[in-house]
DNA sequence: CGTCGGATTGAAGATACTCAACATGAGTGG
DNA sequence: CCACTCATGTTGAGTATCTTCAATCCGACG
């Protein structure tokens, strides 16, 4: 099996021939499992192992005192959740497993290393985890200031690519454990509602959401329907030097936004269909 | 005048006499300053200074299609824009000028040379882009779980323990340049509701906000109406080993937290009026 | 076949939005 | 010094989106 780290990362940088081999070794540390629905780690906890998701979809969720809950992240195979480990005393949040998900964990130390021996490697981590701030960015915009249906279509737009990038989907499907309550749960929104604005992308022959498998039907017309722009994903550094990144022809970066890169553009292809804005 | 950037870095670690002496070096750079409402960065520029906000008030900020605005964070003296431009090619979003805002302009280099050399400032560096990680989380918890009222209030509370740290608060008073619009753009609300809010939350007493400055006038209240809990802007470090923070009495860290410390916690004060859950 | 989690549907109601008018206050220029 | 302007704040009325609370349906699984 890929190492899905190491192809997220591989999205920022290429690696040499022992860097790649330094993070598969990644995966040769302890796998622990969970069960859909059980707290892979808890708010206070002090964990001293990292968490990669190696399989499945994990969120960081919060509480409420009212009973509530809010998703502020969804964790696909690839993702580190506690990086903060290093430095802070204590998870201010849970993550909690959407559906049955492994995890490898890595002792602190092992990462440290990682971290501090090759500037490829500090570099590609700092690249995922400013990713990371732009994702959490681009939510609060999704819940601030798109209406239901934007904000649905957005994230099943930036979940299609995010999980290319680790190389989960099969053309324009990929794997979609949530629940429309965990949905809601993501988006601020009420299960009920969740639920009638699927029906509307549905009916619009935008999505195919059903066994807990997601196919995008029109990814375009999806894209435009959310206001969708991928430039916060800052996949493009790859895609200047990698032209056949996921395999499928199409422009990520709108014109508007050639400007942003030194080099010259005509060979970016990306993951997201064919953009002609 | 203090540096800012110091006194909230401190809040996770004592410096050494040289460590603060390299930081307050930072303000020898050149000062560059900007207009309200002006745009500091924006979107798609490749930066090569490091920005740290001196003086003034700032928000990441992007605008969408419709004409919309959305804040995504508020930035008060200490704070930096673009770390992200060490690895990022170009800005995913504008940093605007709220009020007139004084920028130090730090060279990339010095600032890489700052983040290599002192594993103290090293760290401390990582806890400050954890923690604005994790008020981006906090947002997104604002805007897709709390009503029109708690999110004002929750907004009010994290400002004035944020500017507490930074010294710019007197007693429970802060600096508060923004107008009712932008206000709006922060909140995901229109700027109508903002002032019916705003409203009420004046007529029960809980703050009083007039002429560009906000005084919280019940802390504890304000914070029981947000249901605001500190524990996510992670100033417990310091608070443990320097029971005077920021001057005031209060128990920064509710009991069902304490698990999460280490050590003895009797003497945990904080910002943050006197808690009593 | 019955149960259970999840999805779906209906109807009523609330929070927050839109649009539009009006008030206030600081600054500007005549 | 007053008239004017412009940005900001305030108020009202009608409306839309989204919520709430149910009830019902469906499919997987024992």
Redesign the pocket.
Known sequence: VANPLTMKLEQFTAFSQEERQRLDQLLTYPIRTFKRGETIIREGQKVDNVHLVHTGLAARSKSLADGSRQFMALLIPGDLCDVEVFILEAMDHDIVAVSDTSCVLIPAKVMEELLTQSTSLTKAMWWSTMTDSAILREWIVDHGSR???ERLAHLFCEMLIRYRVVGETTDDSFPFPL???ELADAT??????V?????HLRTEGLIDLK?RSMTILDPDALKRVAKFEAVYLHLIRTARRDPEVSGRAGDLVPASHKGMLSGALDKVKASFGNSQD
């Open positions: 209406d239901a249906t629940t429309q309550e601020g929104m009420t299960p009920v509602h639920n009638r604005v699927l029906q066994g």
